[in-house]
């Protein structure tokens, strides 16, 4: 069955170069990238990112985190990512959210790390079921950032409203 799935390179990936060990290792899985930016994340976006999370006691820390506060890194890399089983297949080679007990070969085990502070930094964000993978691609994107038709979305008119092109 096909499925997307929202892949964030964090910002310590990002700090540490690994866009392309990163995005090579995903390519392994033979999926389509459907979409792709650079995003700076504002603390809004952070929370409603983790809204589950948002009684743990590390909940602060990582929307630090994912804002890239702890890093000096302001950004992170958004993609969705198409096809048979993705989220199966982006998870398996993420590996486990804890770096240290990740599989040493899986992307969070060859490159994660627990800090002093107690947060996983474990460089990529992978969605883990179809529902959380329609609300954060729902989240992350608009409709026409993405190039196939994933979800209905509806024509807005604005009046109003002004948006930059190139000068
Ligand atoms: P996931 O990223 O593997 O889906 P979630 O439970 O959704 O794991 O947690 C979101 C993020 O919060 C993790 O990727 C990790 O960075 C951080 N995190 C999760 N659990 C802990 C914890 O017990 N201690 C510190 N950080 C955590
Ligand atoms: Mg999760």
């Not at 499925?3 to 995903?26: C, E, F, M, W, Y």
């Not at 079921?129 to 609300?135: D, G, I, K, N």
């Not at 038709?149 to 002004?162: F, M």
Request: charged share 30%; with cysteine; proline share 2%.
């Amino acid at each position: 069955m096909n499925q997307a799935v929202l892949i964030l390179i964090k910002p310590d990936g990002l700090k540490k170069s690994l866009t392309g060990n990163i995005l090579a290792r995903l390519s392994e899985t033979k999926l389509e990238i459907v979409a792709a930016k650079m995003v700076r994340v504002s603390k809004e976006l952070a929370e409603e990112h983790y809204q589950h999370l948002k009684d743990k006691p590390f909940f602060g820390e990582i929307v630090k985190y994912l804002q890239g506060e702890l890093h000096d890194r302001k950004k992170v890399m958004a993609l969705v990512y198409w096809g048979e089983d993705a989220i199966k297949k982006c998870r398996d080679l993420a590996g486990a959210t804890n770096p240290e007990e990740a599989e040493s070969t899986s992307i969070r085990g060859s490159y994660g790390r627990i800090t002093t502070g107690g947060v996983y930094e474990n460089v990529i964000h992978v969605s883990s079921q179809e529902s959380e993978a329609e609300r954060e691609i729902k989240l992350w994107f608009h409709p026409d950032e993405v190039i196939v038709d994933l979800y209905l979305a509806k024509k807005v008119a604005h009046k109003e409203y002004k948006t930059y092109d190139w000068a």
